[in-house]
């Protein structure tokens, strides 16, 4: 009987040290890839604004399957690294990562430009419309006031960052989209209807998922989220001068709140 639990005890040695030494953690294909092209993107072997190859070629670089391409790609995307655009293909991309500064005095020129980015933004649509309620009441307007309702996408280094909506109240700024498109700041705007100055008055915000129309419009992966900012300026008698509703890419930018003194 000793002599069996000694040969058993032996045999269960053995077959520990053979499963020990011939399991791995196993290093699925995807991440293979996803660690390669990050290492090419970081070398500099693959530039912004590069396109990637194909699936089918990069299956056939790898040897992998193009699902395990498709993981890789997805989870590049999810870093920033790459944006998948259906339709054209997967291409190289270095977002910015901007800081946007909220306190009393909210601009986003000023916000943006110091930190070395091309600042842009895209007028997408303007008209005059019944005020929805929640504007309504943010801008303290009467039932049936109609307000400017212009619908901006605003890009850094040619990357979309936000979209979003801005009301104004159309009696008082009737042609705003169309003097801010001629002036190119709303700060300039607002001077030109005698309001030397306004004021963040309210800023509200979270974080949601993304819609399908989002993702799209932000060039971002299905799976990142968004920042949702529902802001209210006043001129400095306190008078509401805009109520907007603006969408950010979570990714490409983080808040911080400077307090109420800030110049």
């Known amino acids: 009987m000793f002599a069996c ?32 092209l990050l290492h090419e993107i970081a070398e500099g072997v693959l530039r912004p604004g590069d396109k990637l190859p194909t699936e089918p070629q990069l299956a056939a670089r790898f040897g992998a399957g193009r699902h395990s391409v498709r993981r890789a790609l997805e989870a590049l995307a999810m ?17 910015p990562r901007l800081t946007y500064a909220i306190g009393k005095r909210t601009r986003l020129r000023r916000n943006l430009l110091p930190q070395g980015c091309e600042v ?10 019944e005020a929805p309620a ?15 309702e212009s619908h901006r996408l605003t890009l850094a280094d040619a990357v979309p960052v936000a979209f979003g909506w801005t009301w104004h109240p159309a009696e008082r700024f009737r042609d705003f989209a169309t003097r801010r498109e001629a002036l190119g700041s709303t700060t300039e705007t607002y001077r030109s209807y005698g309001v030397e ?3 963040r008055h309210e800023t509200e915000i979270h974080a949601r998922p993304a819609r399908p129309d989002e993702t799209k419009m932000l060039k971002q ?9 529902h802001a209210v300026d006043v001129d400095p008698e306190g008078l509401p001068l805009s109520a907007s509703r603006v969408i950010w890419a979570a990714g490409r930018v983080k808040f911080t709140m400077t307090g109420t003194q800030d110049d």
């Not at 842009?120 to 419309?129: C, H, T």
Request: charged share 25%; net charge negative; glycine share 6%.
């Open 5 to 36: 639990l000694c040969q058993e005890g032996v045999t269960k040695t053995k077959q520990d040290e053979f499963i020990r030494m011939n399991t791995r953690v196993p290093r699925t294909d995807w991440t293979m890839i996803r660690d390669a």
């Open 79 to 95: 870093l920033g690294k790459v944006s998948i655009e259906q339709g054209r293909g997967t291409f190289v991309e270095e977002a």
């Open 120 to 129: 842009s933004g895209q007028l997408l649509s303007s008209e005059i419309v």
């Open 134 to 148: 929640p504007v309504r009441r943010a801008l303290d307007l009467p039932q049936g006031a109609m307000v400017v």
């Open 197 to 199: 100055d306004y004021f």
């Open 221 to 229: 992966h299905p799976s990142l989220p968004v920042i949702e900012l």
